[in-house]
Nanobody, 115 residues
Framework: QVQLVESGGGLVQPGGSLRLSCAAS????????MGWYRQAPGRQRELVAR???????EYGDSAKGRFTISRDNAKNTVYLQMNSLKPEDTAVYYC?????????WGQGTQVTVSS
């Protein structure tokens, strides 16, 4: 069984920053890709950023230039540093990992950008 625990969400003013963390535990031998997705009310879930088992990264258009994804393989943890946040970044952010047995999602953490 695989568990993902997300943290770091909350309320922030426009222009502010947040750092999300997602720690994976359980029956994990090797994590391939790790990533962050988000879903705003009435919208489809979309890719924010993804990082491979190496250092290859991919960003959604809304995240480019403002967000940075990183991972600590020793801790099975992925991070998302979000800067210059905008009200349109408001959403539930989900962590996702890919391992040999399939993909797993976290429970989500709310990010609200508002003055």
């Amino acid at each position: 069984q695989v568990q993902l625990v997300e943290s770091g969400g909350g309320l922030v003013q426009p222009g502010g920053s947040l750092r999300l963390s997602c720690a994976a535990s359980g029956s994990i031998f090797s994590i391939y890709a790790m990533g962050w997705y988000r879903q705003a009310p009435g919208r489809q879930r979309e890719l924010v950023a993804r990082i491979s088992s190496g250092t290859s990264t991919e960003y959604g258009d809304s995240a480019k230039g403002r967000f940075t994804i990183s991972r600590d393989n020793a801790k099975n943890t992925v991070y998302l540093q979000m800067n210059s946040l905008k009200p349109e970044d408001t959403a539930v952010y989900y962590c996702r990992i890919q391992i040999i047995t399939g993909s797993y999602w976290g429970q989500g953490t709310q990010v609200t950008v508002s003055s």
